[in-house]
């Protein structure tokens, strides 16, 4: 079975705190992705990866970096916490497809929820 | 833009039925449906593809109306254990490959109580 983790179920920052959500996936996925969920407003994309080194802007990049230095793994960076950041932050891979074949299904991690004080 | 799914909120007693909606207005190459229980990670449900291709669970279907950018999830002779969140995940092609980047709408609460 895949398996996506993340390195904090629970965490607590204060203003201005410099955050890393670390996100590992165990099955040479090519594709990552990073999500925040707010009620109401479902799942929103911040950044994604396809590759080792790249990045791409999701829908709300704002106040975030990411990073991929390996395949298996892919970092969410909070610059400068701010209290607008206190949501459920969700990982998640898929196999890269090419052609005209569907999309791979997308595999989550647990979450990680952060609360910025 | 997100995707409009609706009801926002759906409660049923077992055995019943439930449709939910998932609307775009971008032209869309599939959608994906996804089901969250509390406290957990989101879990797949279903993919459909341009063009009727249909891959899914055997006790939910699902359909995807091209021409108007919609798609239905069908849940039928509900359990408890149908109780969740559901989210449309929709993916546009607009030149080539979409890396595998899905929208996702604010999704539906579905409650079966017994």
């Known amino acids: 079975d895949v398996k996506v983790t993340q390195s904090s179920r629970y965490l607590v920052k204060r203003t201005g705190e410099k955050v890393f959500l670390e996100c590992v996936q165990d099955?040479?996925?090519?594709?990552m992705f990073w999500y925040r969920q707010d009620p109401g407003l479902g799942l929103r994309l911040i950044y994604f990866s396809y590759d080792v080194k790249m990045k791409e802007k999701g829908d709300i990049p704002e106040g975030y970096s990411v990073s991929r230095e390996k395949k298996e793994r892919f970092s969410l960076i909070l610059e400068s916490a701010s209290t607008n950041q206190t949501s459920m932050y969700l990982c998640a891979s898929s196999l890269l497809t090419t052609g005209t074949g569907s999309t791979d299904t997308q595999y989550f991690g647990p979450g990680t929820r952060l609360t910025v004080l | 833009q997100q995707p409009v799914q609706s009801p926002q909120a759906v409660i049923l007693r077992e055995g019943e039925d439930a449709v939910i909606n998932c609307s775009s207005s971008?032209?869309?190459?599939?959608v994906h449906w996804y089901r969250q229980k509390h406290g957990e990670a989101p879990v797949f449900l279903m993919i459909l593809l341009k063009g009727g291709e249909q891959k899914g669970h055997e006790k939910i279907s699902a359909s995807f109306n091209e021409k108007k950018q919609q798609s239905s999830l069908y849940l039928t002779a509900s359990q408890l254990s149908y109780s969740g969140t559901y989210f449309c995940g929709t993916e546009e092609r607009a030149g080539g490959t979409s890396y595998g980047k899905l929208t996702f709408g604010q999704g539906t609460i579905l409650t079966v109580h017994p």
């Open positions: 971008k032209a869309l190459y599939s």
């Open positions: 099955m040479d996925h090519e594709n």
